[in-house]
């Protein structure tokens, strides 16, 4: 069985009197695909704030790439990526100066840095354009060059928050390519999004009503739970407030 890399127990923020996330208790295993699902106020953006050292909880407890997330944040930011629907890139640096900004930011060394930009280019079929500014990219170069970036150290996990808002559905199938493939290394992925179709590539999904765990399983047990013939009726249901007992 692969290792726990992520464990939460009761873990809850309040901001005075409102619960943002309440009582949250959920393990993602190595190189699992997890997906993080909810309405819009679910508790979905704390919850991995929390997760990526970013916000102090109000209590409970949680480990991210075997770091303690009240002690070790630094560690934790260290030891992960994060891609968010904007990409977390600058349009007005070039492909390559994108590169080598963000390698510095996870503290690789110049030698390697380099190393990897020539790597990273050539595998993305990027080299052409390695001078351009980013801003001139199709938008489905910019994801895929996003999601590399985030894994250029090599990080236990990486969280993607809505990493496919707005691209068209051939764009999103080929970034779950790379999910997959990068899922098949042993990168363990912890994903957002609102597109029904994509829980469905999910190992696992963690529904979020109003900031509590509401379900957590596989995408079929949930459906053969609910009688749903997909994700989008299981989300309704939920989202409804016709939770099963």
């Known amino acids: 069985m692969s290792e726990t890399v992520i464990h939460t127990e009761k873990l809850s923020k309040r901001f005075g009197d409102f619960v943002a996330v309440d009582a949250l208790s959920f393990s993602v295993r190595g190189g699992e695909i997890f997906g993080f699902l909810g309405a819009n106020g679910a508790g979905k953006t704390t919850a991995i704030r929390m997760l990526t050292g970013l916000l102090a909880p109000t209590s409970g407890s949680a480990t991210v790439a075997g770091f303690d997330l009240y002690t070790s944040s630094e560690q934790i930011k260290r030891n992960i990526g994060y891609m968010s629907q904007r990409f977390s890139l600058y349009d007005d640096l070039t492909v390559r100066e994108n590169i080598r900004f963000f390698a510095g930011i996870y503290g690789l060394s110049g030698k390697v840095i380099k190393e990897k930009t020539s790597s990273l280019l050539e595998t993305l079929g990027?080299?052409?354009?390695?001078?351009?500014?980013l801003a001139s990219l199709p938008l489905g170069w910019k994801q895929k060059l996003a999601f590399s970036?985030?894994?250029l150290h090599e990080p236990k996990i990486v969280f993607l928050d809505e990493p496919t808002g707005g691209v068209d559905p051939v764009t999103r199938r080929r970034f779950w390519d790379m999910i997959y493939e990068a899922s098949e290394r042993g990168l363990t992925i912890f994903v957002t999004t609102h597109y029904m179709d994509e829980a469905e590539y999910?190992?696992?999904?963690?529904?979020?009503?109003?900031?509590?765990?509401?379900?957590?399983?596989?995408?079929?047990a949930m459906k053969r739970h609910y009688g749903a013939e997909s994700m989008n009726e299981v989300f309704l249901h939920l989202a409804r407030g016709k939770q099963a007992e």
């Open 149 to 151: 970036v985030a894994i």
């Open 126 to 133: 990027l080299v052409e354009v390695a001078d351009a500014r």
């Open 202 to 220: 999910c190992d696992r999904l963690c529904i979020m009503v109003n900031g509590r765990a509401a379900v957590l399983d596989t995408p079929e």
